[in-house]
């Protein structure tokens, strides 16, 4: 019931996000998957994570362990971040984060100023999220 009723609302309220997660969903296809509570994780040729609904992609190269158990979690909390937003995500979550991850400005700031990329609010929040999670386990 948890699964029908998260999935019922990544595709209503969540809409704009989780079409833009299938069509990747869709595009990569042929690369391994498994599904992490209620979302499905994509392992792709990136170095970077993305959370588009209830749709993750993770770099393949990441081995077992607890590397790993980060980055799904993380990705996950931002998962619940889609619930918790519906269409306004993209806007306050998935465009600020994809920014603070690719912008060379912001690289350069973040290791000039010994910044942390965990410590933008938009991945601090699905920290908090997962490390939530990761007590009621």
Same mark, same amino acid.
């Given at each position: 019931m948890k699964k029908?009723? &998260?999935r019922l609302i990544?595709?209503?309220?969540?809409?704009p996000q989780n079409l833009l997660g299938l069509i990747l969903f869709l595009i990569y296809h042929r690369c391994r998957r498994e599904t992490f509570r209620c979302a499905k994780i994509t392992y792709w040729k990136s170095d970077g994570g993305l959370s588009l609904g209830m749709f993750i992609f993770l770099p393949d190269d990441v081995e077992e362990g607890k590397r790993l158990d &980060? &980055?799904?979690y993380h990705e996950y909390g931002h998962s619940i971040q889609s619930l918790i937003l519906g269409p306004l995500y993209l806007f306050i979550v998935g465009i600020p984060s994809f920014i603070w991850a690719n912008s060379r400005k912001l690289r350069r700031m973040r290791l000039d100023r010994n910044k942390g990329y965990y410590t933008f609010y938009t991945e601090k929040w699905a920290n908090s999220i997962f490390k939530h999670y990761i007590k009621d386990r």
């Open positions: 029908l009723m &998260f990544q595709f209503t309220w969540g809409l &980060f &980055f799904r």
